[in-house]
């Protein structure tokens, strides 16, 4: 076994809480006494964390879903679930190829520095990268970067969601990396919605020509243009494209919520990352409910009473959080 393998055994280990003190006492001895291994290392546990966030064992919203029968987080307590584990675990390192490729390197060229933005939970963060290309982040989101921009490329990684209006260079083209899923362009004005935990992966465009390309097999590609939005499923690896009336780009940086012909179910996972207040559905046909809405300044209480105005479903409050269901 190579060094770098064993250090990525070890890591994959520490991040799921696998490590030996032997172990432990290897990492600190051999691999985090370069400033620039440590820096990573914490890098990629940062990353780790937002994918696979760790759930208290005596969680009380864990057990409401239980009673209403909701799956939440299922533990691996076998070898074979290890192993499982720990292939996925190499995989999303090696997927964070930003990561990869500076990971045990001592030097690197331009004074290139790996640089991680991250917004809060209510926050909403402006960013201007090296290039002149400019960046929001919605809540909750992530966006690492190797800046200054080496080379033929300028790629960076996202987690979360996130609008850029790229400055236009030819010779560079400008990539988005997100789990699964390259988005490729030269110049253009773009929404990505990937969050940790959901199935589809969300891209609108608004000026320009985007290429989305599915990191599983580059033959899976589509190109969208102006005034379309594309979802991409990351376990089935497929794409739908369709048009839509995308309306101003990203509102959701002046506080507004926009939703256009979405499913009730996935409008309840942004109403709770903007209120941080946990939302149960329990009727499958009742979170297929279609909506298209505007909401700017509402309460969260407010917000699902307009929806529920033909009177569809019933809500309510409990401590854990809001609950849904049929009449």
Known sequence: MTEREKLYELFVKDLMSETSEEDKRCISKNFLLNEEQKNNYNLIKRFWLSYFPKIGE???????EKKLGFTYHQKYKSEKGFVFKMAATLLLIASLGLIGLYLLKTHQTNAAKITEYKSGPNEVK?????????VWLNAASSLLTVEPFQKDTREVRL???GYFEV?????RPFIVKTLGLTTKVLGTHFNIVSYP???????????GKVELID???SRNNVIINPGEQAYFNCEKSNFLVKATELGLPAVWRNGMLHFYDEEL???????????????????EKVGKLRYTANFEGETLKKILELLNEAHEFEFYETENGIIIESL
């Open 167 to 171: 400055t236009h260079d030819p010779e």
């Open 159 to 161: 987690i979360g969601e």
């Open 265 to 283: 179910n996935h409008i309840a996972i942004t109403l709770e990352r903007r209120f941080q207040t946990k939302i149960l559905i329990k009727d």
């Open 215 to 217: 990191e599983k097999n």
């Open 126 to 134: 402006e960013i201007t990268l090296s290039d002149g290309t400019k």
């Open 58 to 64: 005596n969680n009380i919203i864990e057990k409401t």
């Open 197 to 207: 935990g959901e199935k589809h992966q969300e891209i609108s465009l608004f000026e």
